[in-house]
């Protein structure tokens, strides 16, 4: 159930994925590519099992082996047991997650911007090197495409710059999707605002062998709130008002909250061996894909 | 700080309202934020600050109300002590001494306008000019340059005292205060500068004076005579009761002072006189009443409703009505259709006699106080007073003549109109009218007297301020004449300062300073309401 909605959210006043965004994705194309190459890429390249929709290849029988793999008729031919080789689909998908709630349409610039485009430029990364995409959104409905091929990079990005809306139950809805999706690894770009119940879904959908990224956006005007005086504050996402003077010391107050859910997120991502990075919605984009680059390939 | 337009300070009653707008605006506010989680908890709620609405305000809010303040006090014209350049006071000296001889059959006072307005020839035009007359002024005057110079030219000395210290304590350092006088007291405020006139005079006068019962039906007067001058003098004493009876003249050293005492037979008004060549004639008599501190009138039949609302809003009146009066005896003042009686002072209301004609304008003259704006009052039907008698209120004719229509003669004034008809009435110039007859007729009925057994001090004239009564249990109150010697003495100088016009034109004060002030306000708030938002 979507919460209530007290005001409109606007569109970002920037192109999420304009000139500029192609104009540094050029930039950074062939560290990017490296990157995943030696990183998430290399899990999907390396990927053969004895599961799978696309035959590759066959191998002797070992003890252990899944007895349902063998080839029977190649037996009935040779005589001896093999079993057959597919490549590995769900190793070989990127799951991207992007927060696009209500709460993500904040600060200068706004906080799903540059979400969008780290969420986009791995995705493109992604698809560059044949590895398919699982773009999963939290917005006003969650939803999720499952994309393969450079010819898809159009639709990915469309599928990226919905309109901001819902909240923290469609960002759930969005992560749980991963699941029971064919993903080998995953990234969750996220402000993490909901924390508890975020972190529970990124938990429920983890997996031995499927590494995963955290990456936490947060607003300068989080982590260093301007004292409003008299204020009525609405929480875009729940509706829920707060009435009185916001002095001061509520800032700095409001402002340590904001970076120690910066802690909790962290310490969550340590705690379960999961990259978490930190961006503030300040911060280039192509840097903060670079770093979860760099994550991935660490945690591989 | 003074204010051109104090009445546009009322414009601060606006503030609590600003203040309460303000409120209900920031309470209909709401900031939408990504989470208020962040801030659950953090606010605090207006009761648990002390101070109310104004502690709730933030900053925008108090510097819009910063900015409204200054507002107000810009519309309100203020202007720092001294600041006001292009004004020049003048504080005319109209006290008894000045009607004092100063030679060729003038007064000193006429003698110190003359100096006064030949200084005045070389200001420039659009001087402005705050003119104080003391004592019995209705209050300053701010007027322009050829006002001024008129009012300057009419002024009449007056037979009451005047401490002019109390009139020069507001002189703030730099302001230009021109002092016409001719008794210069002493620790001046250095940028006063003196006109003064006439030689130092002789003077002396009652300092003390108890009038009581001696049984018999006789009053028992006594009063202690002081010499203020630096030579002796020689004063005949006369004691006022049923008749006048003289007590020999009296030779007093300088400074010495002399107690005199006498029974007179009971009379309205009984008490002491000191008759001779006087530079300070106020402090010649001193009289008892045994009216008391009210001044009796008597207000004839007929009289319109709006004299009596006039009469009865005046202080230290006692009304009766009838022929006789309720108490007997005779009315100090009296109030009627016709005028008669045995009053010693008498207001005669709507004597139709003359030439009628119908009034496009009236304006006062003295002792009317004469700045006060006529324009709009209509009288209705006039007739043209008797030209010999001195004229009080003047009408203009339709063919622009001014004729009087109200005048004064040896009993009282005479009106020749209906003061009830036409709306001035309703005008505030209609019960100041009344106030000075009253002052009138105590003048006349020897009330304006320097020191009165029992009166109450508001009652007295100005300058009676410094007239002590010592309170004695058992007995009736001795008043005590506090006069400064250095005003008896009328130590007067005959330095004749150069005058010189008042610093650059008309000040304007603090106003633009103010409304800056103001709009830089309002700019910063919005600024910061943008910044915010």
Redesign the interface.
């Known amino acids: 159930m979507s919460p209530p909605r007290?005001?409109p959210i606007p569109r970002s006043r920037d192109e999420t994925f304009g000139e500029d965004f192609f104009r540094r994705i050029a930039r950074i194309r062939v560290r990017l590519a490296s990157g995943w190459e030696r990183g998430a890429g290399s899990l999907a390249g390396a990927g053969l099992s004895m599961r799978g929709v696309e035959f590759r290849d066959h191998r002797p029988y070992a003890p252990g082996d899944d007895p349902r793999s063998v080839d029977w008729n190649a037996f009935a031919r040779l005589g001896r047991p093999f079993v057959k080789l597919f490549r590995d689909e769900a190793r070989g998908t990127l799951g991207v997650v992007l927060d696009a709630t209500?709460?993500?349409a904040?600060?200068d610039p706004r906080?799903d911007l540059v979400a969008r485009r780290i969420a986009g430029a791995l995705g493109l990364a992604a698809l560059a090197s044949g590895t398919p995409v699982l773009a999963a959104l939290g917005a006003e409905r969650s939803s999720a495409r499952r994309l393969a091929g450079r010819a898809r990079a159009g639709a990915l990005l469309a599928h990226l710059d919905a309109p901001a809306g819902g909240g923290p139950a469609s960002l759930r809805e969005a992560i749980e999707r991963l699941g029971t999706a064919p993903v080998s690894s995953f990234v969750v770009v996220s402000?993490f605002?909901?924390r508890e119940g975020t972190l529970r879904a990124v938990e429920r959908v983890l997996r031995p062998g499927r590494p995963a990224v955290l990456v936490q956006v947060q607003?300068r005007a989080?982590l260093e709130?301007?004292a409003?005086?008299?204020?009525?504050?609405?929480?875009?996402?729940?509706g829920?008002?707060?009435?009185?003077?916001?002095?001061a010391a509520?800032a700095r107050?409001?402002g340590a909250?904001?970076r120690a859910l910066e802690e909790e997120v962290r310490g969550f991502a340590i705690r379960r061996r999961l990259g978490s990075v930190f961006v503030r919605s300040d911060r280039d984009f192509g840097d903060a894909a670079l770093e979860v680059v760099a994550r991935l390939e660490a945690l591989r | 700080m003074t204010f051109a337009s104090p009445w546009a300070l009322l414009l601060l009653l606006g503030l609590p309202l600003l203040l309460f707008l303000e409120?209900m605006r920031?309470?209909r506010?709401?900031?939408?934020?990504?989470?208020?989680?962040?801030?659950?908890g953090?606010?605090?709620?207006?009761e648990e600050?002390s101070g109310g609405a104004l502690a709730?305000?933030?900053?925008?809010?108090g510097l819009r109300g910063a900015a409204f303040l200054l507002g107000a006090v810009g519309v309100a014209g203020p202007s720092l002590p001294g600041a006001g350049p292009g004004t020049l006071r003048i504080l005319l000296d109209r006290s008894a001494s000045m009607g004092a001889e100063a030679g060729e059959g003038r007064s000193r006072l006429s003698l110190a306008v003359e100096k006064a307005l030949h200084g005045l020839e070389a200001f420039p035009g659009d001087t402005r000019v705050v003119l104080e007359r003391p004592p019995l002024d209705p209050g300053p005057v701010s007027t322009d340059l050829a006002t001024a110079r008129r009012l300057l030219s009419e002024a009449e000395p007056t037979d009451a005292p005047l401490d002019l210290r109390t009139h020069l304590a507001p002189v703030a350092p730099g302001q230009e205060v021109l002092l016409v006088t001719d008794g210069v007291p002493p620790d001046l405020p250095p940028d006063v500068r003196v006109l003064a006139v006439g030689p130092p005079a002789d003077n002396a006068g009652f300092v003390a004076f108890e009038a009581e019962g001696a049984g018999a039906g006789e009053i028992g007067l006594w009063g202690l005579l002081r010499n203020f001058s630096a030579r002796g003098l020689e004063r005949e004493i006369v004691a006022t009761g049923a008749a006048e009876v003289s007590l020999g003249r009296v030779s007093l050293g300088p400074g010495e002072a002399r107690a005199l005492s006498a029974r007179v037979g009971p009379a309205p008004v009984v008490g002491l006189r000191c008759l001779g060549t006087d530079a300070l004639r106020a402090d010649d008599a001193v009289l008892a009443s045994a009216a008391g501190a009210s001044l009796r009138v008597r207000v004839g039949p007929g009289v319109p409703g709006p004299v009596l609302r006039a009469l009865a809003a005046q202080r230290g009146l006692a009304l009766e009505q009838g022929p006789k009066g309720v108490s007997g005896g005779s009315a100090d003042l009296e109030v009627g259709a016709r005028g008669e009686g045995s009053a010693r002072f008498r207001i005669a209301l709507d004597l139709l006699r003359g030439e009628p004609f119908e009034a496009t304008g009236v304006r006062f003259l003295s002792p009317l106080p004469e700045e006060i704006d006529l324009s709009g009052v209509r009288v209705g039907p006039v007739r043209i007073g008797p030209e010999e008698e001195r004229p009080l209120i003047l009408a203009r004719t339709p063919e622009g003549e001014e004729r009087p229509i109200a005048v004064e003669d040896d009993r009282g004034w005479v009106l020749h109109f209906d003061p009830s008809a036409g709306n001035w009435k309703d005008h505030p110039s209609f019960p100041v009218f009344f106030a000075v007859a009253a002052q009138r007729a105590r003048e006349r009925s020897g009330r304006v007297g320097f020191v009165r057994s029992g009166d109450p001090l508001p009652e007295l004239p100005g300058g009676a301020a410094r007239v002590g009564v010592l309170e004695r249990p058992g007995r009736p109150p001795l008043c005590v004449n506090l006069l400064s010697p250095e005003e008896s003495s009328l130590a007067g100088g005959t330095a004749e300062p150069v005058l010189r016009p008042p610093r650059g034109g008309r000040g304007k004060g603090l106003a633009p300073v103010a409304f800056l002030l103001a709009a830089g306000g309002v700019g910063v708030s919005l600024l910061l309401e943008a910044r915010?938002g």
């Open positions: 007290r005001f209500a709460s993500m904040f600060g906080k402000d605002l909901d607003s989080e709130p301007e409003p005086g008299w204020v009525r504050l609405l929480d875009a996402e729940t829920e008002a707060l009435e009185g003077l916001a002095d509520a107050e409001s909250r904001a | 409120r920031l309470l506010s709401q900031r939408p934020v990504a989470s208020a989680a962040l801030w659950r953090l606010l605090r709620k207006p600050r709730s305000l933030d900053l925008p809010a915010r």
